[in-house]
């Protein structure tokens, strides 16, 4: 384990921020990480505001703080499965539902709340979608990915008509109720409360587990050590419009340090109880401590066999008739005596735990999804097996003693300069390669988690588990920011093609699902090598014309109603894949051009599309006789006979529609009057394109085609495209050891991998045109108009549409929730467009 970066909070006059007690932390599958503080005024000692901070892990210094209103200190935090909406409760019994507004994540608003007036929440989970995967190391070699990552059947906790899961949280107070809000279709918000067992009693600790059955398991704890930690089943179900809620007790446990004479007094209390995963309500995880030490103790529920009397054992047995059998908590594993653990985090990456699992897994020394991490108050991280509970890596803080075990000097210290620095908060990533903790000062630490945790591998059987959690994040849309903590430049060439291997290995179905996420993992992945930078701007440009190919496709309509089994976009792209002729009239002469009729206005408002296709294929061409040695934007599509095709499809469209609509076509600056641009083009795209098609050998470009690739600049303006900007983001300053400082509210300015990239297309003069990625139109020197961006590429668009068309809306429309990429929008000052 070892620092990635710290982002601390400035100094203001007049106030602090201090952590929560308890404080909280939750890391959602979109790599956003959400922590509390207090806000205290120094002048006012009650004038304190309890605040929510948001950030992206990529873009840490941008945190967007809330004021919740919560009239206690915050107490749970919880993220949906979605990674888009946040629950928050406190010490009063509110609980309040957060969601972006306008789909930014440093921009949201309280949606829903509900509230047990009063009452402190101690346990708050999400009900259960039912959507379960499990991740076996044993297949990881294996050419499916339906092998790697399985299905596993499980119900949700409660379903609408058509076993559609329905929305809404749980939560347990400290006075023993368990409260459920369901989120109907309409938006309405339906309660219910129900006490946890006949008999209530105080519980100072919870957690919230589901099982595969639809049930929901509640682990409940006064705090004491030497009471029982009592299990309940929770079922929730709707009747008659109305909420319900049964509870039922399930078989509790005494802690194995209380019948220990040795430690029957030595750890009183209780400080943390949780499942070991939220889908297994058969493994907890309990810590007992005192004011300087705690002891782990590790649970797992059996089914026994109970034992006959002997008056019963001498009947003759029934046929088919079982022993009967009991459910009974048996302990798997104690620790010896710890340092005071602070904070506990749990893996959230489905592993599978069988035998054969766990055997490759230790023989590959992958170690995802099987350590938790402990927190201790002398600043130090222990990770543990998840089941033999032994260490498996320990980081030690800049603070923690045990670094430096026989210098006196910081021991002193440490005492004399108050406690010392610890995390109060720890969340591991999806994936389990990151910790992000908050420690007692409020400021955020990220860690990288090491997949062999320090064991010293293979240069292939590294690039193996980075696959292997690359290829988890494709199939799960999980971010997969914290993979790329571990990428070094020196392997981003290689995990890039055997990724694409990979994915060629799958089946046409599921190879179209993963098509534009493939292309988004590969830009991630070149951006952290100077050596591949060039080859993320193509990754980006293939993202955007895959999209304007698929919504150009869609104006298409068939000609008469009884519509064949293929639409005319697949007819689009048999023809032209038959036809190798490189005048594009006589191809456009094989198509039924009644089916590209069009009405003036939806082609008119998508000319800036049109013209970007039209530059785009210009620059291809333009910059042929330049792709030498050094890799250039643009050398990625000169092999790729898809994305060529792709092209020469929607030349010939632009060529239909030119003649319905002179407006919309594509505009070049040309030395010759009489020229014709568009079959200029297409028939050196073509060219080319027969050089790389698929059914073929690839060929290199012949000398006649090069020659007159040359000439091409002399024939026509050679627009300067505006690549995607280097991503301003933290990724690409984290390939070195040395951990940065960050501030919050002040964005990063180190140098990083993308800054030194010899190639002009990367430089911006101050008074150069802004650029709308999305939009593909210019913003001006200095746009006046707020603008967004994406926390993964950096792809910049205008946030209010200018458009009144309803086709260029409905272009907007598809990337209003998410990037071409698939990352998250997030507000920027207009200095930053």
């Known amino acids: 384990m070892e620092l990635a970066y710290v982002c601390e909070w400035e100094k203001r006059p ?46 840490p210094w941008d945190v967007y703080s809330i004021n919740s209103g919560h009239t206690e200190v915050i107490s749970c935090l919880e993220w949906d499965q979605s990674g888009s909406r946040l629950l928050s409760a406190d010490g009063d019994g509110q609980i309040k539902c957060w969601s972006m507004s306008d789909h930014l994540v440093n921009s949201w608003e309280s949606v829903l709340s509900s509230s047990v007036d009063g009452d402190p929440i101690v346990a708050l989970s999400w009900l259960h979608n039912g959507v379960k995967l499990a991740l076996h190391v044993e297949m990881s070699g294996s050419t499916n990915f339906g092998e790697k990552f399985s299905r596993v059947k499980f119900s949700p906790s409660l379903t609408l008509f058509g076993g559609k899961p329905m929305e809404g949280w749980l939560a347990v107070t400290v006075s023993g109720l368990v409260t459920v809000s369901l989120l109907k279709p309409g938006g309405a918000l339906l309660t219910a409360s129900e006490s946890l067992c006949r008999l209530r009693g105080r519980v100072a600790l919870a957690d919230i587990a589901f099982t595969g059955g639809g049930n929901i ?83 797992s529920l059996r089914k026994e066999g109970l034992p006959v009397n002997n008056i019963f054992q001498h009947r003759s047995p029934v046929v088919g008739e079982k022993q009967p059998t009991i459910l009974k908590w048996r302990i798997l594993t104690t620790t010896n005596d710890l340092e005071r653990v602070s904070a506990v985090a749990l893996p959230k990456l489905p592993i599978s735990i069988s035998n054969t699992d766990l055997k490759v897994a230790s023989d590959t020394k992958f170690c995802p999804g099987l350590g938790l991490a402990l927190a201790f108050h002398d600043g130090s991280i222990q990770i543990l097996h998840r089941l033999s509970l032994h260490t498996m890596g320990v980081f030690y803080g800049s603070s923690s003693s045990a670094q430096r075990p026989g210098d006196e000097s910081t021991i002193k210290r440490q005492r004399t300069s108050g406690p010392a620095l610890h995390f109060k908060a720890l969340q591991f990533s999806w994936t389990s390669l990151a910790l992000a903790g908050v420690d007692n000062h409020g400021k955020l630490h990220m860690l990288r988690v090491s997949p062999s945790m320090g064991q010293v591998l293979e240069m292939n059987t590294t690039l193996r588990h980075l696959l292997f959690l690359l290829e988890y994040c494709m199939v799960t849309g999980y971010d997969w920011w914290d993979v790329l903590l571990h990428v070094q430049p020196s392997m981003v060439h290689n995990l890039v093609e055997k990724l694409h291997e990979e994915y060629m290995r799958q089946n046409q179905a599921l190879q179209q699902v993963l098509a534009t996420r493939i292309v988004a993992v590969k830009a991630s992945l070149c951006k952290l090598s100077t050596a591949t930078a060039a080859r993320a701007c193509d990754f980006h440009a293939k993202l955007l014309l895959i999209a304007i190919s698929a919504t150009l496709k869609s104006l298409l309509r068939p000609h008469v109603l009884n519509t064949p089994d293929k ?31 069009l009405d003036g206005p939806p082609l008119q408002s998508l000319q800036q599309l049109i013209q970007w296709v039209g530059d785009f294929v210009l620059y291809l061409l333009a910059n042929l006789p330049n792709q030498g040695s050094m890799v250039r934007p643009g050398f990625g599509f000169m092999r790729d006979g898809a994305s060529l095709g792709m092209l020469r499809e929607m030349l010939v469209m632009i060529r239909i529609w030119g003649l319905l609509k002179p407006g919309c076509l594509p505009t070049f600056t040309a030395t010759s009057d009489s020229q014709d641009n568009l079959q200029l083009l297409f028939r050196l795209l073509t060219k080319l394109w027969l050089c790389s098609r698929d059914d073929g050998p690839p060929q290199d470009p ?45 964005a990063s300015s180190l140098p990083g991998a993308g800054t030194t990239v010899p190639l002009e297309v990367f430089t911006r003069s101050p008074g150069s045109q802004k650029m709308d990625n999305l939009r593909c139109v210019h913003m001006g020197v200095c746009p006046t108009e707020e603008s967004k961006a994406c926390t993964r590429c950096g792809c910049v668009t205008m946030l209010r549409s200018p458009n009144k068309t309803n086709a260029m809306k409905q272009w907007e429309q598809r990337w209003i929730k998410n990037c071409l990429c698939g990352g998250l929008w997030r507000r920027i000052p207009p200095t930053l467009s």
């Open 217 to 299: 398991v509640v682990a409940a704890t006064d705090g004491s050590s030497s009471s029982p930690v009592q299990f309940y089943k929770v079922v929730v179900s709707v009747v008659s419009e109305k909420c319900r809620i049964d509870t039922e007790l399930l078989p509790s446990l005494f802690l194995r340090c209380t019948t220990d004479p040795l430690r029957r007094e030595k750890y009183p209390a209780v400080t943390h109880l949780k499942f070991l995963t939220r889908e297994n309500s058969e493994q907890v995880l309990l810590c007992a401590s005192n004011q300087s030490g705690s002891i782990v103790e590790c649970w």
């Open 702 to 746: 012949d000398e006649s085609l090069i020659d007159e690739c040359c000439l091409l600049p002399s024939q026509l303006l050679v627009p300067s495209m505006d690549w995607l900007p280097v991503n301003d983001g933290v990724i690409v300053k984290l390939q070195g050891k040395h951990p940065l400082r960050l501030q919050f509210g002040k």
């Open 14 to 59: 007049k106030s602090t921020h201090c952590p929560s007690i308890p404080l909280v932390c939750s890391w959602s599958c979109r790599n956003l990480v959400a922590f509390s503080t207090d806000l205290k005024n120094d002048d006012d000692e009650k004038d304190v505001s309890h605040m929510i901070h948001i950030i992206d892990t990529e873009h």
């Open 567 to 597: 639409s005319p976009g697949d007819r689009l792209t048999e023809i032209c894949a038959k036809n190798t002729d490189t005048d594009i009239d006589k191809v456009m002469i094989n198509l039924k051009t009644e089916e590209f009729v």
